[in-house]
């Protein structure tokens, strides 16, 4: 390797690599056998409620819902086989997070999935469009950080 020199603000270095392949075996191929990695290929996407997995993916679905207590998608038409009923079953996207996680305002808005009940209901998850859920008893914050007091 030859010492770096410096031209009009750049650095650089001369350098040479020397590698020197193993011997093959004898009476061996003296050709280098290199087998080319097949390209990373994601999986499809699922194409029915069945072959879908977990909440999120089964309602990107049209006409699919994901039951929490079986952990199964499922057609729409199947929702009263969810054990649990309507509270079991999730038909969107917005249901598929839980926002109780979040224990302040702040946090909570940090999710767009979610919304703060100052009502005393905490973090909820919200309806399409950001809309209070019927669960709420007032005080539905969900666009501005500046509305949680503080």
Known sequence: ???????????????TV??????PAPGGDPSP???????????????SCADASGCQQCNELAGCGFCESTGACMNDSEQGSCPGGTAAWQDGLTEC????????????LGDAFCGWCGGGGGC???????????TCGGGWVYT??????G
């Open 97 to 108: 997070r839980d926002c109780s996680v979040y224990s302040d305002c702040t946090s909570c």
């Open 124 to 134: 909820m998850t919200a309806e399409v469009g950001g809309v209070a859920p019927g």
């Open 1 to 15: 390797m030859s010492p770096p020199s410096l031209a009009r603000g750049v650095l650089t270095w001369d350098f």
């Open 33 to 47: 056998h290199l087998i080319p990695a097949p390209p990373f290929m994601p999986p499809p996407p699922p194409t």
């Open 18 to 23: 020397h590698w020197d392949p193993p011997s």
């Open 144 to 149: 501005s950080t500046t509305l949680c007091g």
